[in-house]
Structures are given as structure tokens and as C-alpha cells.
């Protein structure tokens, strides 16, 4: 098992949220990255008893000092030779900072030997139009993507840091042509985009309706987007924690597409591939391809099993008897949250041997705005 | 992959130790659990960004409240349907004390259905002779022991539980004899005897000098041990992390030893085996022989990773010109706790598959106390 994995040995700081019970953060995050072979360091940022998607928990919050400090621990016992850093939550605009000088000082660390070092950041702020962290974590994190090498933001979080609201295939392109222009970052993937909902142009062929489409870009030399899309059937339910299963998957996989373009591409700073290579052939959609499909499996998987696991509950609750309508109400939506957990644990062959349904494709011509064309 | 998996679905509780580098505490069971295809739900009692072995590390211990306040937020949201716990390292008295009750809550919660919840306690005091706790840590052990299941003391620690002094096989035999009975837990393994340092009878065949050797035993219905040995060659090295892996391991090999010992025994109380059950046949026996076998593994591949890691290193270090003695000895001394780190991330195929060199055997009556014979 192990002896074929295709994923190289990949040494992985992960910052990101832990809870007790359950998959998000960086406790979704390492295990992934542990199942494909990645030695991962968890500096967790919170420590919660599970994810805000219950409407409660308890737990505490790690300050910016306490972030630091940790990684001070880990400085000075030499054992700081990381070859990603994986960035997600950060729950205040002090704590983005903190995570932002450890990027920083990691990059430092690897100034000598471009490529040994690759920071992938997921700006966490909010979703569905509407942020979920306090407002200066916004420009806190418009200061700290300068030197992130991936940046991995949802559609909400793509108008946020663009100024661009997505309302078109056209405004998308333009939104991630700002963003590789504004912060000088080579990589970027606009994780989930509900096309269906998007104005087209009625000259390309419509999207199922139930898609989502994953966006991806590398710069070229000019700085110029070469964009690519994968398109992918939407499930029926809203799983938490999806969005750190794609940064974790995306680790691995694209650590592996740029050490199979060969030992050019991983000592090129950034991995930026050459000019002549067209988006659908870029590590970035190679990893992209891989990431979805190993997604899409363990979420079915898990629609599965949730379906299952409620109508189990269904017949075994007679507990709920004595209960206000209220409380049967709150007990039953816990109960949903909790049926919904992503099911990865039992799913691991998904993860590692993803079986490719969805390609990349080269953005038509008629969705770039026309400067792109 | 995952469909082979032999270990039954199992949610644990876990409740040790987390650092965000390396692997010891939480940050290995739930490895190991997770490759078994276990489902952890990890509670961390410490966050520090390495383990003590480094002689320096960074972060914070959990409050006693803080640990009470994540299990408060498991029960308010209905996360709390575990089939075992596993508990380690707790960082003061107030803080197993709020372990224990934590173990108690769910027991509580169970009763109705014996046998599914099992408590495993790893009683974390101290190695070689010292204590490494506070010294109220000991009676705050004493007073939960009593309620686990299984404990999986090391030798130092079953001397501090049972008082007795292990010199011999037959001081051994007697120490968890003295732990049956003063704690009523049913099962017990000592997780490692120098048997080669201990005085024994001339009658019985010499262990090899570099065996470590473990001992378990379950009660019968009389209060009487049923003693088992497994005896392991010993590797050249120190790691950290074992207990833990050993704690583990045991989780999920117990479990699948109990499930294929067929329904009646997995819903006794505690899976206590009836006891016309010999020795070697126990669960428990089973369990141990499988777990040793992955450890024996995994460790001769840390030994050779370790080796390989530091002839590198010995080329590499151009950077330590310039340091004084006392710096560079301290960095050969990070340098090599770092390679003996355990490598389990890229041998998780050893967890899986593990392959049986070493059986469980009755003990020798000869090594028993008289009135055990």
C-alpha cells in the first residue's frame, strides 16, 4: 500500500482549526494529507468540540502569540524543513498575521533553493455572500496573499478580494485575472462556482444544471491568467469541511503533477510552468482533475451513509418523547449535522486511488472578457 | 483497501496529549486508530509544538475546565455515541480527575447496553524508575483505575499501582495479581519487562538478553489473573510515541478480537471471556500478539529511516562552523530526536497487514507465586 504511493514524500505545515468531533480543519486536513503519504505538523488554531455548522460548541481559541510561540517551539528544535505550508483558519485579523510571518519566515528559510518550498493559502472568510470572521480579517488577509503561491478562495471569498462580483463566466475570468495582477500570486483556484446561477452568453453550451464548477489559473511570464475548468455534478446536501478536504487534496496532488513534469518544474520558484504549456496540461489542472474526483467519490460516500444513519435514528428515537417541539426541532437538526459528518475514514481508497469521471477544460474563448481572447 | 479492513467500525474518544511536529500522544493514536479505520474524536490535553523528548519544547496545557467544558460541548450536541475511550496523558490531578469523569459519563450512558463501551486507561505517571507527574497525579490515577476496563501501564507504573516491586516473574505475576484485585479492572498488559534484567528461577529458559517482554492477563470470574506473554526482540533505540502506538493499536485490535470471538462475548460486560477461555486464547492475547507484531514493524523501518536520515545530515551540515561545543552537541542531540521520530505516516501497510512472528505463550507455573499455581 504505502510502497505505491504516488505522492511524493511531502513534509506539510498545516494551521487550520481542530475539532474534537468530527471533519473540518486541520482535523479533515491531516488526515487527508496523512492518507496519501504526507508527513503532516498540525498548528492548530482553534480547539473546538465540533464544527460552528452544529450552531454551538465549546472550546477555546488560540491567540496570535500562542500561534507564534508554537512555531517558535518548532524553530528552535531545527524542525522547521517543511516543504508546503497548508494555511486555513485563523480566528481573528492578530492570528492572521502571525500565520502570515510564519509563511514568511519559511520562505526566508528556503530563499536559497527556489521551489524546496510552497505555501498554499486558504483565505477563510466567509461564504454565500456573507463573511463569517470580523471585518479586519479581511485586509489582514489582503496583506499576507502577496506571498502565498496557491491561494484557494470560494466564490465569496474571490469577490472579496477582487472588488469583482462574479455575476458571468466573463466576470469570473476578470476576477481571477485581478487577483493574480493585485497580489502577484501565481496560482489560483476559485474552489466552487455555481454556474447555473451565472448570466452566459448564449453562444456556449449550457452547464448541467446541477454542476458546480472548480476555476484554476497559473500566471504566464506576462502575468497573464491561463485558465482552465473542471466541471462537477453538485450533491444534494451541504457537507462542512469540503473546502479543507480540496486545500489538503490539493497539497498532495499537486506536489505530485509538478514532480512528474520533471526536476525543472519543482526547482522553479513558485512551480510556474513555461509559457508553451497550455492550462488543461498545467500541474495545477492535472492535480485539479485528481482532487475532484477523489471529493466527488467520498461525498457520495457519505450521502450514502447519512441517508442510512437517519433512517436508523428514525426508527431507534423514542428518547425524543417527552420533548417540547423546540427541542425535538434542535434535536433533530443536531442529529442531520452530525448524519452529514464527511465519511473519510472508511473511504481512504477514494482518496488514493481517485477515479478520473471529470477533465479539464480550456475555457471557451466566448466566456473571457475580450482582452483575454 | 478500506472494504479489507478487518477492525469493525469503532468511534473512539481519545484524550492525550497534541504536537503540532512529530509523533507521540493524540497526534499518533489517532494515526494509527484512523488507518485502522477507526473513527477518533481527538480531546487534546496539552498543545506543545514538540514532544519533551527534544528537552525544550513550546505551547500550553488544557485546564481541567477547558477539558470538562469540550466533552460539555460534545453531550449538548449528541456526539457522545463512543464505542471506547482511550485515555493518556492528562497534565495535572484536576485534569484526570475531569478524565475520569468523562469516563464515568459515558460508562453511565452505557449501562443499559453492557459491553458497548469499553475504557482503555494508559495511567501516563512516569518510565525508568521516575515519576514525570506531579505527585498528586498518583491518587488521582488510583481513584479512576477502578472504573476502566483494560490499563496498560509500563513496568515503573504497574509498581507504583500495585506497590510491589517487579524483580522477578513472580514479583511481575503478583504485581498484576494486586492490580486485578485492588483496582477490579479486568484486564491489564504491562507494556514492557526487561525480563533479561529481572532475577529469575534457574528452571525456566533464558529470554534472550535484548527481549523486551509483555504481559497481560484477564481476570476470571474468581478475581484470578489469566497470564499471557509475548516476548519481542528488542531494537536498539529510543522512541518516543510507542505506548501510545501500543495504546492504539490495541483500540482497534481488541475490538476485532472480541467482534470475531462472536456476539455473546461483545455484549458481557467489560468482554470478559468465560473462563474455560485459556491464556493464549484471550482477546486480549489475540490483540496483543497482532499489535506487536505492526510495532516490531514500524519501528525496524523508524531504525532504518533514523540511520539513513542522519548519514545524510552527517554530509549535509555545512551551517554548524561556527557554533561552540556546547551548541553543536545540542544540535546533534535535536538532530538525532528528530530522526528517531516514528515513522508511521509511509508504513501504515505494517498497521494493516501485520505479519505474526512472535505468539503469545502461557506462562511457565514455575514463574508464578505459589497460590497461583
Not at 4 to 19: C, G, Y
Not at 53 to 79: H, N, W
Not at 139 to 162: G, R, T
Not at 258 to 275: E, H, I, N, Q, Y
Amino acid at each position: 500500500m504505502s510502497s505505491d504511493l504516488s505522492v511524493p514524500e511531502t513534509r506539510v505545515l498545516a494551521i487550520a482549526s481542530h475539532v474534537v468531533y468530527g471533519y473540518v480543519g486541520n482535523k479533515m486536513a491531516t488526515l487527508v494529507m496523512q492518507s496519501l503519504g504526507c508527513d503532516v505538523a498540525a498548528l492548530n488554531t482553534v480547539h473546538f468540540s465540533n464544527h460552528t455548522g452544529y450552531r454551538q460548541f465549546k472550546g477555546t481559541r488560540s491567540t496570535a502569540e500562542e500561534i507564534s510561540d508554537l512555531y517558535q517551539g518548532l524553530t528552535q528544535s531545527l524542525l522547521t524543513d517543511f516543504d508546503v505550508m497548508l494555511s486555513g483558519y485563523a480566528p481573528s485579523a492578530a492570528a492572521v498575521e502571525a500565520v502570515g510571518a510564519i509563511g514568511l519566515d519559511l520562505q526566508r528559510k528556503a530563499e536559497a533553493k527556489p521551489g524546496s518550498f510552497f505555501w498554499i493559502l486558504d483565505p477563510v472568510m466567509g461564504d454565500q455572500g456573507r463573511l463569517y470572521v470580523n471585518d479586519d480579517v479581511v485586509p489582514a488577509y489582503k496583506k499576507i496573499i502577496h506571498h502565498a503561491d496557491l491561494i484557494l478562495p470560494n466564490q465569496f471569498e474571490a469577490e472579496v478580494l477582487s472588488g469583482i462580483k462574479i455575476t458571468s463566466l466573463s466576470t469570473l475570468a476578470e476576477a481571477i485575472t485581478v487577483i493574480h495582477a493585485t497580489y502577484s500570486v501565481p496560482h489560483v483556484i476559485i474552489t466552487s462556482v455555481q454556474l447555473s446561477k451565472l448570466s452566459r452568453s448564449s453562444s456556449t453550451p449550457a452547464t448541467p444544471p446541477n454542476s458546480l464548477t472548480v476555476i484554476g489559473s497559473t500566471t504566464k511570464t506576462d502575468g497573464s491568467p491561463r485558465l482552465f475548468r473542471v466541471d462537477v455534478p453538485a450533491l444534494d446536501c451541504f457537507f462542512s469541511g469540503t473546502g479543507d478536504m480540496f486545500a489538503a487534496l490539493t497539497v498532495a496532488r499537486l506536489r505530485e503533477a509538478v514532480f512528474a513534469a520533471g526536476p525543472s518544474l519543482r526547482s522553479t520558484k513558485s512551480w510556474v510552468s513555461p509559457d508553451d504549456v497550455p492550462a488543461t496540461e498545467l500541474p495545477l489542472a492535472k492535480a485539479t482533475v485528481k482532487v475532484l474526483a477523489s471529493m466527488h467519490s467520498v461525498l457520495e460516500k457519505t450521502l450514502e451513509a447519512r441517508d442510512a444513519e437517519l433512517r436508523a435514528a428514525a426508527i431507534e428515537d423514542e428518547s425524543a418523547a417527552g420533548l417540547s417541539g423546540e427541542e425535538k426541532e434542535k434535536r433533530e437538526y443536531l442529529r442531520r449535522t452530525k448524519a452529514a459528518e464527511v465519511r473519510v475514514v472508511r473511504n481512504v481508497q477514494y482518496l488514493r486511488d481517485p477515479v478520473i469521471e471529470f477533465q479539464a477544460q480550456e475555457w471557451d474563448k466566448a466566456d473571457l472578457p475580450a482582452r483575454l481572447q
